[in-house]
């Protein structure tokens, strides 16, 4: 199977030789400064990954073993979570930050991300009742200041809709961002929660079912079924522990700057490289 390495900076032939023998791989070709790739790279087994995890990693390298002969326009659908992947914040501590409750907030999102709280749906209520009172207008400015786009992701967006794939944004976040990346990315299909809002104030609650890491999986298939497509042509990229079941589901899973529980479980795991990442494992 191909072992694809990318990085951020150009790999050094001094790279290439060190990790080489570790994957049994005869040669790299460069597909370009910065992706290298052997197309023949012993089985992926427990004490393979943990080596390559080793030797890339200090070197700042990821890594990844995919299937022999697929093609990305293989693929139909690309689901991705949005706090901390599709964009870099997680918007419900920023909300929190600005009535001064961020440190509690963030803590209880970082507990539920690392799969230290398993009731995400209680996690979840838990940080909006911290929220209540809040003047909804915050919402507005967490997007327009603080919400950013991961490294990449306009590239692998626009990269895979030309290809003729469809685009999906499950997430745990909430709807008023959602609903406002749909039409600046040009994405297909959205999901996500609702805050109730009452007289210009946040009361506290979600509205309606909560997108918990079942609901995510669920919208994953659902997606699939209206296009006409398998759940193995689906891509799924997450960073916590709440990402797990969708990816599961998925052809293949990507963990972009995940929490190790998620890598360990993903198919691809991208610590360093951009979600554009996903354009180097498999030709157009």
Sequence with gaps: MPLILQSLSPLSPADLDAIRPIA????????AANVAAADDCAPLTPALHKALDEACGPRGIDWAVVPAGRKLSDFRLVAMDMDSTLITIECIDEIADFCGLKAEVSAITEAAMRGEITDFNESLRRRVALLKGLDAS????????????????????????????????????????????????????????????????????????????????????????????DVSQAIVMGDG????????VAGLSVAFRA??????QASVAFNHVGLDGLLNLFPH
């Excluded at 039409?183 to 506290?204: M, S, Y």
């Design 259 to 264: 929490k190790p529980v998620v890598r360990a």
């Design 24 to 31: 049994d791989a005869s040669a790299f070709t460069l597909r």
């Design 138 to 229: 915050v919402l507005d400015r967490v997007y327009a200041e603080r919400l950013r786009l991961s490294p990449g992701a306009e590239r692998m967006l626009q990269t895979v809709q030309a290809l003729g794939m469809r685009t999906l944004l499950v997430s745990g976040g909430f709807v008023h961002f959602t609903d406002q990346l749909k039409p600046r990315l040009k994405l297909d299909f959205t999901r996500a929660n609702t805050l109730e809002i009452v007289d210009g104030k946040l009361t506290g609650q979600v509205v309606g079912e909560i997108v918990n890491a079942d609901v995510k999986a669920r919208t994953v298939r659902g997606v699939c079924e209206q296009i006409g497509a």
């Design 241 to 248: 522990s709440n990402d797990l079941k969708m990816m599961a």
